[in-house]
Nanobody, 116 residues
Framework: QVQLVESGGGLVQPGGSLRLSCAASGFTFSYYAMSWYRQAPGKERELVATITNGGGSTSYADSMKGRFTISRDNAKNMVYLQMNSLNPEDTAVYYC?????????WGQGTQVTVSS
């Protein structure tokens, strides 16, 4: 079955960096685009970034452009989110997502807290 497991979240000071990881299994990873989403307290889940199946194309939400970088390693079935210049508004639970067979599969999420 499709499984996505995020890791790498934590507490970071404003201006700091974190690298999130998502380990995927149960499907042919290299066939599918992957996305990162986030959900802040009291807000709707929002798209952060997407990467195509081969990794050749990426897209970002406007507020993340220039600060976040999505990447993937198809040999390891991993997708990453490098986050730089973090600010308190980036505090949220971060999820990876893959659409397989007409269904959206989500991981359990990893908490990122940006605070001094």
């Amino acid at each position: 079955q499709v499984q996505l497991v995020e890791s790498g979240g934590g507490l970071v000071q404003p201006g700091g960096s974190l690298r999130l990881s998502c380990a995927a299994s149960g499907f042919t990873f290299s066939y599918y685009a992957m996305s990162w989403y986030r959900q802040a307290p009291g807000k709707e889940r929002e798209l952060v970034a997407t990467i195509t199946n081969g990794g050749g194309s990426t897209s970002y939400a406007d507020s993340m452009k220039g600060r976040f970088t999505i990447s993937r390693d198809n040999a390891k079935n991993m997708v990453y989110l490098q986050m730089n210049s973090l600010n308190p508004e980036d505090t949220a639970v971060y999820y990876c997502k893959v659409p397989v067979g007409g269904w959206d599969y989500w991981g359990q999420g990893t908490q990122v807290t940006v605070s001094s």
